[in-house]
């Protein structure tokens, strides 16, 4: 009876499987983007075939770890190892990849055995070393995407490299990234003389315990681990699973409303059918069942139709990128498992009070009900027209809807008023400075370097006051289970000065720090503590205030330091230059971008929009805000066609008495558009509150200050009225074909 009762109303079932399996679509895909870079760092490791790992400890990733290279010849002189080698990992632009992974190893490391060469020749052959320009091995997912052969030219960020070989090693993660030459990939990345680990094999495992003991007193700051230890430390994989369940819940959780508003319609419509079934002797249990079945029926459905979408979207994803080897075969069976029991969970929750309110229906009443929200007598309101009193009298549809509605609007809007705070807060960093400068050419600020000769020349030009370097990078505090953002300038620079400094005194030297408010009362830090950061202790001098939220989630140490902590030395990631005379920036901006064309240089006010961190942003708002309509949208198409259903004989009364197709259709449209104002108002209560949730976090939410500009709240307004009315407008148009005679007759 259940199937039975699913098929006879085939366009409220179709449009709720739709509402979920767009959901589920969404985490099976982001979901098997996190598994591929969790799986792919855990294959990588176990396939050095290393026994331990050398590395820089609480690092907020492997590509983040930097370890002075002089340490591996010390390595190998001791006796309980066999072997040792350096690998450094990073991100690099190639043609049509903004994020492409390269490793880099040294000519004889025992790791690039596992490197099956499949065409061409390795990078520890002779040929490689005679062959003309930097040699590069591409995996055969990055060379079948990027149509690369041996003798190709490959771009890498700025550089050209020589394609000598495709390799494979059964792990999509490695096939779909770059293999160079250690020294290759140092400059590609800007790190000079450093790793990320260093792998090391020992003679015999019973040795280790000795051997650990023996690294751990010559380099305490360092830290060493097993492989499993290691992989289980990354944190990447984690944030990006967090992300993951974050926005795949919010469509999660609005196709859950949908489906409750339309399992609530489908109780209002067969009042009458449960009230013959009491009648004839089934139980309230039984009823009970027979409803929660039908969710639970099509949750199960919309969510294996989900699973077949996002299973489709990872092969069109994987046919035109090769981020983090995404491919098919990244929808792990613990994802599954956990997508299905969402959906159980999803099904549950949303059909358990339509399913109790239909067993409580009894059969006297259910039998006489006619029709309406809920067969009581109707209620009115003390003003409003037409489509309000209807509003009002299927009180119930009505909350429902605008709450499908308040909660698209109200992310969209909380995640557009964030990203609005980030610009501004990276707009005040720039305050009091004329021009910024960045490498060209990258696909997200993190990954700029810049020589600091750049700005060396930059400052000795007659109408530049100051050339500030900073450096920056992201440390864990496993204590805090926050990161920390670090910051390098000169202690004497002009850029440094806009750190106002509340207690204690400014930074003046090496192995000192100054921290924010808002971390030194999270870490219970003050003037005269020391703090640990990746295994070096800093002295904390100072405590400042910005009114920046991440600025103060963070630390300023000397330019000097932070080049050590981030393994970049002579390097910095952006330059801040203070003009003489402003009027001249736009000459200077001109002269950097001609003179240096690894560098991009822009007017501190056109930086912020010109940083490809946000062109990644907006692309991804785009993506969840098209997810979030998409879902929402359904729902609110689904509420209107069961109001048009559940007045069904109210509308043949109405054209019986003499309206026209065009009131009639005036009338629903302006019920969705109502809704949808309404759905406005409460979403933008929503973002308002949901960002206040996220503020109370001490970690994170100093770091998540919304900024609320008029053309957000028009936008949120906007995109409420537009699915009111995209959700109305087929509803509207098959009440308006309704004919009288049969429209009356309907039961």
Same mark, same amino acid.
């Given at each position: ?24 679509? %969404? ?143 059964? @792990? ?105 079934? $009491? ?43 090769? !981020? ?36 409580? !229906? ?51 809007? %909380? ?11 990276? #707009? ?30 930059? #400052? ?23 990161? +920390?953002?670090? +910051?390098?300038?000169?202690?004497? #620079? ?92 736009? @000459? ?10 690894? %560098? ?5 006010? @056109? ?5 490809? @961190? ?130 009356? $007759?309907?039961?």
């Amino acid at each position: 009876m259940v199937i039975k009762n699913l098929l006879r109303r085939k366009t409220r079932t179709i449009l709720t499987m739709i509402g979920i399996s767009i959901g589920v679509a %969404a985490i099976i895909a982001l979901g098997a983007l996190a598994d591929s870079l969790e799986v792919g760092y855990g294959a990588m490791l176990s396939g050095s075939k290393a026994d331990l790992v050398f590395s820089q400890p609480n690092s907020f990733d492997v590509s983040y770890s930097s370890v002075d290279e002089g340490i591996i010849q010390e390595l190998v002189s001791m006796p309980e190892v066999s072997a040792v080698s350096g690998m450094l990992q990073g991100w690099s632009q190639t043609e049509g990849e903004p994020f492409f992974f390269v490793f880099g190893y040294p000519t004889d490391s025992f790791v690039l055995d596992r490197f099956q060469i499949i065409e061409g020749i390795g990078l520890d052959s002779h040929a490689a070393r005679t062959e003309r320009g930097k040699p590069v091995l591409l995996g055969s997912a990055a060379a079948e995407l990027l149509k690369k052969a041996p003798g190709d030219i490959i771009y890498l960020t700025n550089s050209a490299y020589r394609v000598i070989g495709i390799y494979e090693t059964g @792990d999509a993660f490695e096939d779909s990234a770059a293999i160079l030459r250690l020294i290759d990939a140092q400059e590609l990345v800007g790190k000079p003389g450093q790793v990320s680990v260093i792998y090391m094999q020992l003679k015999d495992p019973a040795l280790r315990e000795r051997f650990v003991s023996r690294v751990e007193r010559k380099w305490p700051d360092y830290s060493l681990s097993g492989i499993d230890e290691f992989a289980n430390e990354q944190t990447m994989a984690n944030l990006l699973r967090g992300f993951v369940w974050a926005i795949g819940g919010l469509a999660i959780i609005i196709g859950g409303v949908g489906m409750m508003n339309a399992q609530l319609m489908a109780i209002f419509e067969r009042t009458r059918e449960i009230g013959v079934l $009491r009648a004839v002797g089934w139980s309230a249990r039984r009823v009970l069942w027979m409803i929660l079945g039908e969710t639970l029926l099509v949750s199960l459905i919309g969510g294996l139709l989900g699973v077949i979408i996002g299973w489709l979207l990872l092969y069109l994803l994987s046919s035109v990128t090769v !981020l983090l080897g995404l491919a098919t075969t990244t929808i792990s069976a613990s994802l599954l498992t956990q997508t299905i029991i969402v959906v159980l969970v999803l099904g549950i929750v949303g059909g358990i009070y339509p399913a109790w309110r239909a067993s409580r !229906l009894l059969p006297v009443e259910a039998l006489r009900y006619e029709g309406g929200s809920s067969g009581g007598r109707a209620r009115r309101l003390p003003v409003g027209g037409m489509p309000l009193q209807s509003l009002y009298q299927r009180s119930v549809r009505t909350l429902l809807t605008v709450g499908t509605i308040g909660l698209t609007v109200g992310a969209i809007m %909380a995640l557009e008023g964030t990203i609005r705070g980030m610009a501004s807060s990276m #707009e005040g960093m720039f305050a009091g400075v004329e021009i910024m400068v960045r490498q060209a050419n990258i696909s997200d600020t993190e990954l700029s370097v810049l020589d600091e000769r750049i700005g060396d020349k930059v #400052e000795a030009l007659l109408d530049v006051q100051s050339a500030s370097g900073v450096i920056f990078t992201a440390i864990m505090l496993p204590e805090a289970g926050s990161f +920390f953002i670090v +910051f390098g300038y000169e202690p004497n #620079e002009y850029a440094i000065q806009r750190y106002k400094i509340v207690e204690g005194e400014p930074l003046s030297g090496n192995r000192q720090i100054i921290i924010g408010r808002t971390i030194a009362e999270a870490l219970n830090q003050g003037v005269g503590s020391t703090l640990e950061l990746s295994g070096t202790r800093y002295r904390v001098v100072g405590i400042y205030e910005t009114q920046i939220g991440w600025e103060e989630m963070g630390g300023v140490m000397t330019l000097r330091d932070a080049q050590i902590l981030a393994g970049r030395p002579h390097k910095v990631s952006m330059y801040a230059i203070k003009m003489a005379d402003p009027d001249m920036a736009g @000459d200077v901006v001109s002269y950097i971008n001609a003179e240096f064309p690894d %560098a991009a240089a822009a007017l501190s006010g @056109d930086f912020v929009d010109q940083m490809p @961190d946000f062109e990644t942003v907006d692309g991804l708002m785009g993506g969840i805000s098209f997810l979030a309509i998409a879902v929402g949208g359904v729902g609110v198409l689904n509420t209107m066609l069961m109001a048009v259903f559940e007045r069904t004989r109210e509308i043949g009364v109405l054209r019986a008495l003499g309206w026209r197709r065009r009131s009639i259709l005036h009338l629903i449209l302006s019920e969705a558009l109502w809704l949808g104002l309404i759905g406005a108002i409460v979403g933008i209560g929503f973002a308002y509150g949901l960002v206040a949730l996220i503020g109370l976090e001490p970690t994170v939410g100093p770091m998540l200050q919304p900024v609320w500009e008029p053309d957000v709240f028009i936008r949120a307004i906007s995109t409420a009225m537009l699915l009111g009315l995209l959700g109305g407008l087929y509803p509207a148009y098959r009440a308006t074909r309704l004919q009288p005679v049969e429209a009356l $007759r309907y039961e």
